[in-house]
């Protein structure tokens, strides 16, 4: 095929289709990961600034007025409109941006290609149409920050009629504008991402790979991609309308308003059809999210025990289950907005059905380590934090999910805590469990490892340190979104629970200046990597340290068993790389 | 301060690259290599995970028991109480699932470190033990969701006939409430009623005329506007559009205005209706069907104490029903705090002002109710009140 010759002709590259407008699914997978991190590291800026305003309410802060200027922190105090921008864009930059983008986008892209053993992905170019395109969305999010009436300020879930009316906040002017803009963008570059990872799956597996012999990070990748698929189109749509509503008088989401002085016209639409849209999306995003992560972990937790993962196909079906039911279950963030009561009878019932395929993946990476001979890297110290943050925020929502519990605990800092723990800490670990082992694979260097416990420790505790006490706040009924607790006196007693998270914040956001030190740092003067650093099964450590296009410098490999041969008894090595041949007699996978 | 930021700026760099250099040495020094294993570093990386659980533990008893006093007080309404009681079950099924797995997860990572020499078990899986884990969980979620549902039905079940009706009425950024008045029935509103006094837009007789005169009189000085101005002009363009729109919104009023004149019973049901701000009382003991409006955005009316909470809807109506069971007076002896009130708050991002959109509720014996509802005025007397006072203005 053409891509094996392509791999001896092009060495001489020029540095633009090289670096810039590359094809290769490796250094577009490399372009995901630092505009995602570049993306990250505002998100975190943001939430350390709005932090600062909820534990020291209405107190002046030089550092607001050094990134906000006087116009959005006059004085050093948070404006509060401004207090709703940063905790907008925060959200849609770690959701999107970070953990859909950053996270699909990256090990995706370096991962599906090399490990069912392909030259590249089916379509080089739509790849690279994919990542300029997050990259454009990611350009004019970031811009609408500098627009005189302030970004998005509705929350990241937009919810009209808040976000169609400048007249009801100033964010819901440009800023929105470009909000909407850059999630059209966003949505076309997801889109035309999961498309290629799905056809690749399907159609460029080597000789050998059967489906059942994937690695549960290609499943899970491959189910993601799904997902993706069906439910991005949903929010594009809910965005279009939107888009009508504000430019050209249509009603798909207002009626009966009286704002400003004025009774607008807007009759017969409802604000509840958004809200449908946008969880139609908002629910299976969560998945598109925690998918990806659970692969990840999947891999690691296996390689570092030196033991099969435990139940691959109950893995899998754990995975489709989840798929599946992360599309009948988007009506549990609605169980307050008066819809049909028996409405919400369902999707109570749907949402917790999840829980069952989430307790097997749990009890299945918990028996993983079980008389395993386990390696604590960093990527593995992360995984098994994130089965810590995994079950924390699972749990609690098993309490969200009831619907008669979720009257007095829905938008409080309960909710705020649940999602932050399962799927913000949870795939956040995963992400870097996921950078720190295949980072030879991507820059064919090693990262340094003391610098990648220290970095695991301070992440890892000051993440449940910042959410943990939350669930408490919540529970006395503090609500979401507040710009301070400082009206109620029945909140007074919380206000040094903000500072000790705040303080938790700060902390776990300078450690992350750690990674970024150890990442730059090790791309250019790490130690050089061996082709198979951590003894792995999968192709993708097959591939020489260096890397070409194509992959494999020869004839693709050939897979003879599946990715989980460690410690198989009676082989001389505790791994089996998948290109070994079945020996007579040997039993290939899960017998 | 230009030259000093630089300054300190390349100070840093310096500072960092020379960081570099030291960290190289020592790696080079020890010859640390990135890969390989130490046994004794990672028995400890082993055990630090069963530290970890403890600290996690730890904090959460920590957390739990100094912040305690803060949590909400006993439930005050009757379907209060039962979730408060489904809440407390979940918790105990969860807090004890969570320490289990927890405790598991260090023992493992405490117990089954690299060793050199040793290799782990191959155990792919164990049909018995996965259908065990998946039955397990699925009988206890089945409890789980029973349980709940029969909760939320309860809730969520029509109100009964004689419950007292109130509207809480929602903008940027207060709250409204609305008494149904002595016929229990809650007049007709419209959101091109409101203006003036009339914040909920009731249609009354009243109401219809004022509003066709407001509306005449605008028309008249549009039209008076639009001759004037030059014609083709900008200000010519503005006055006429703005004319159209009050000539629709007029139409409109028409309509209401014919409706009245089929059938003013539902009209007229609002004359008694009474308006209250900042704070609204309910009697202890009765049923309170509560029904939600909006006037701008969407706000969620939510009253902590009493576990209640829905959307207020601009366009739409939406209800809950609770019934209070314990006074004002009553729970400031419970919480022994003199100044203690239930409040409704807002939670349900509307803008600026978000963070402080709130009414007290006073929760008092039927009799202080009745006392305490007999001295508002209805809408009617409001009304009168105010156009006897323009009448004398004038």
Redesign the interface.
């Known amino acids: 095929m053409a891509g094996q010759t392509h791999a001896a002709e092009h060495h001489h590259e020029s540095f633009v289709s090289k670096y810039i407008f590359s094809q290769d699914h490796k250094m577009i997978g490399k372009q995901f990961l630092i505009t995602g991190m570049s993306m990250a590291t505002v998100g975190m800026i943001m939430s350390v600034l709005f932090r600062l305003q909820l534990a020291y309410p209405g107190e002046s802060f030089k550092i607001l007025s050094f990134f906000l200027g006087e116009k959005w922190a006059p004085g050093g105090v948070l404006d509060p409109n401004m207090y709703l921008a940063l905790g907008t864009i925060h959200g849609t930059i770690m959701v999107f941006f970070l953990l859909t983008a950053g996270l699909s986008g990256t090990f995706a892209n370096l991962l599906i290609p090399l490990q069912i053993g392909a030259r590249d992905m089916a379509s080089g170019f739509l790849n690279m149409l994919s990542y300029w395109l997050f990259f454009l969305a990611s350009v004019i999010m970031l811009s609408s920050l500098f627009v005189e009436s302030g970004p998005a300020s509705g929350g990241w879930t937009v919810y009209p009629p808040l976000s169609l009316l400048p007249q009801a906040m100033p964010g819901s002017g440009m800023g929105m504008t470009l909000w909407i803009t850059a999630m059209g963008i966003f949505i076309a570059s997801s889109l035309i991402g999961g498309l290629n990872y799905i056809v690749t799956i399907i159609n460029l597996r080597t000789k050998g790979m059967t489906m059942t012999r994937l690695p549960l990070s290609i499943w899970a990748l491959f189910v993601t991609a799904i997902l993706g698929l069906l439910s991005f189109p949903v929010l594009l749509s809910a965005v279009v309308l939107m888009i009508f509503d504000r430019g050209f008088g249509t009603s798909f989401y207002m009626s009966d308003i009286y704002i400003a002085g004025e009774a607008l016209e807007h009759s017969g639409g409802s604000p509840i059809l958004y809200e449908h849209l946008f969880w139609f999306l908002g629910h299976p995003e969560v998945y598109i999210i925690l998918l990806p992560a659970l692969g990840i972990t999947s891999e690691v937790i296996a390689n570092n025990s030196r033991k099969p993962i435990f139940g691959y196909r109950a893995m899998v079906g754990s995975i489709l289950a989840i798929g599946f039911l992360s599309f009948i279950v988007w009506g549990h963030h609605m169980f307050v907005t008066g819809m049909d009561p028996f409405l919400g009878s369902v999707f109570t019932f749907t949402t917790l059905l999840i829980a069952i395929p989430s307790a097997v993946k749990v009890f299945n990476y918990l028996t993983t380590l079980w008389k395993g001979n386990i390696r604590f890297t960093p990527a593995m110290m992360f995984s098994v934090g994130m089965v810590s943050t995994f079950l924390s925020g699972g749990l609690t929502g098993i309490i969200l999910a009831d619907s008669a519990l979720d009257i007095n605990l829905h938008d409080t800092y309960f909710v705020v805590a649940h999602f932050h723990i399962v799927m913000g800490l949870s795939a956040v670990l995963a992400m870097f469990a996921g950078v720190y082992h295949w980072f030879p694979k991507m820059y064919g260097r090693m990262m340094n490892l003391k610098l990648g416990y220290a970095h695991f420790w301070l992440t890892f505790v000051s993440g449940y340190g910042v959410f943990f006490p939350m669930h408490f706040m919540g529970l006395a009924g503090v609500p979401r979104r507040y710009y301070s607790n400082t009206e109620f006196p029945l909140f007074d007693g919380f206000v040094d629970m903000q500072v000790l998270m705040t303080v938790f914040a700060i902390i776990g956001s300078l450690a992350q200046v750690i990674f970024f030190f150890n990442f730059f740092y090790s791309i250019w003067r790490g130690p050089k990597a061996p082709q198979n650093p951590w003894k792995a099964n999968s192709l993708e450590w097959t591939t020489p340290v260096e890397h070409i296009h194509g992959n494999w410098p020869g004839a693709l490999p050939v897979v003879h068993r599946w990715a989980y041969d460690y410690s198989k008894p009676g082989k001389e090595e505790d791994f089996v790389p998948q290109t070994v041949p079945l020996e007579e007699g040997e039993v290939d996978g899960e017998h | 301060m230009i030259i000093l930021t630089i300054i300190a700026v390349l100070a840093a760099v310096a500072g ?1 690259v020379q960081l ?1 250099r030291v ?2 040495l020592t ?1 080079k020094l020890k010859g ?4 390989s ?1 130490d046994f004794a570093e ?1 028995r400890t ?2 055990r630090l ?1 069963g530290l ?1 659980v403890l600290a ?1 533990f730890g ?2 008893i920590y ?2 028991q100094k ?1 305690s ?4 007080p006993e439930a005050a309404s009757e379907h ?1 109480a ?2 408060d009681t ?2 407390n079950f ?2 105990l ?2 807090i004890a ?2 320490v289990i ?2 405790l ?2 260090a023992y ?2 405490g117990k ?4 050199p020499g ?9 049909n018995k ?2 259908l065990l ?2 039955t397990v ?2 009988i206890v ?1 089945a409890v ?2 029973i349980y ?2 029969t ?3 309860d ?2 079940s029509e109100p009964s006939e004689d419950a007292i009706r109130i509207e809480l009425y929602s ?2 950024f207060d709250w409204t409430a609305r008494y149904a008045g002595s016929d229990n029935q809650l007049g007709e509103a ?3 009623f ?1 203006g003036g006094i009339n914040a909920l ?1 009731l249609v009354t007789k009243e109401s219809i005329e004022t509003r066709i005169a407001e509306l005449e009189e605008e028309i008249a000085g549009l039209e008076a506007e639009v001759a004037e101005a030059p014609e083709g002009g900008l200000k010519e363009e503005e006055a006429s559009e703005k004319l159209d ?1 009050r000539k ?2 007029l139409s409109k009023i028409y309509v209401h205005q014919y409706k009245y004149e089929q059938n003013a019973a539902p009209y007229n049901a609002g004359l008694d209706d009474k308006l209250v701000k900042v704070e609204f009382h309910i009697p202890v003991g009765k049923e309170v069907f509560f029904q ?1 409006r909006s ?4 706000h ?1 009316a ?1 009253m ?2 009493f ?5 207020t ?4 109506v ?2 809950f029903k609770f019934t209070p069971t314990i006074t004002t007076a009553d729970m400031k002896l419970k919480t022994g705090n003199p ?1 203690f ?1 239930y ?1 409704l ?12 959109m ?1 009414m007290d509720i006073i929760v008092e014996s039927e009799a202080d109710y009745n006392k305490w509802l007999g001295e508002q005025k209805t809408f009617a007397a409001v009304n009168t009140t105010t156009s006897d006072l323009a009448t004398i203005s004038q």
């Open positions: 960092v570099v960290f190289e790696w640390d290599n990135q890969t294993v990672n990386r082993g995970w970890f996690y904090f959460f957390i739990a912040y006093p803060f949590m909400l209060g039962v979730i489904v809440l979940n918790f099924i969860i699932v969570f797995t927890h598991i997860l493992f990572t089954y470190y690299w060793r040793k290799r782990a078990e191959f155990v792919t899986h164990n033990l996965e884990w998946t969980p699925a979620l789980i969701i709940g549902l909760a939320w039905n809730i969520t903008k940027q419209n959101f091109n409101i837009g729109l629709r919104q939600f006037q701008d955005v969407i969620s939510y902590p104490h576990r209640a909470q829905m959307n809807v601009p366009g739409e939406t209800s100044d009130n409040i708050l807002c939670n349900k991002v509307c803008g600026a002002a978000h963070y402080n709130q």
